[in-house]
């Protein structure tokens, strides 16, 4: 609600400040001919339309500003350099948390930037990134059929022995983890890395006896197991 809000009166403002003048010169050009409610609609009129151009041009001007530092994220992320990566990731969420863009409009952009966050944060590989809170949690949570970042997320979660580390958020964890095994539970590939997690949070739960049997039940995993 507050995001459009300020979308809302920001655009206001700027529209009002070129449209009331306007409307005030079109008032005057109609003279005495107009007169009662007429010059109060044709008012409202000019102040409607200057605002939906507003609107429509703040988004626009936003949403290219996010895809443009968005791409340059990625650009440099494969060249190798982290840091002006996370700088222009930093500056397209900074566009997308401002003023330009009209928030309905702007999920499936949202989604893109949040998408772009997760796997930049995974793939700096530092462990804060993998707690309840960070992008990596929120996308998962929202995108849990994402089988890439998905598998990338648990690979990593094993790998920094995270079950030890997420006390503070651990009704989280296991709520994330939960939802990936619901997701994922016929998924072979998935299973010994669900398994992994699962083990290193010491999970006795349905979902976790569920998976362990689907694994002990397996032939090639069995084994392992």
Known sequence: MIPLLRHFSIS????????LPLSLYLISLAGPAWDGAIPGILAGLVVALFF??????????GKKMVLSNVRE?????????????????????????SFLLFPPAGRSLGKRLVHALARFSLESGAAENL????????YLRSNPRDNVMAKFWLGRFSKNNMGAGVEKGLEQAFG??????????????????????????????????????????????????
């Open 12 to 19: 206001l403002w700027v529209s009002g400040l070129v449209s």
């Open 131 to 138: 707690l309840p809170g960070s992008h990596v949690h929120r």
């Open 176 to 225: 994330l983890l939960t939802l990936l095994a619901r997701v994922h539970q016929d998924n072979d590939g998935m299973l010994p890395l669900l398994a992994d997690a699962f083990v290193s949070l010491g999970r006795t739960d349905y979902w976790a006896r569920s998976l362990y049997e689907k694994v002990l039940n397996h032939p090639e995993l069995k084994a392992v197991y």
């Open 73 to 97: 994220g990625e650009i440099w992320e494969q060249a190798g350099m982290g840091e002006k990566a996370g700088k222009s990731y930093l500056s397209a969420l900074r566009i997308y948390d």
């Open 52 to 61: 939906g151009l507003t609107s429509v041009s703040f988004h626009h001007a």
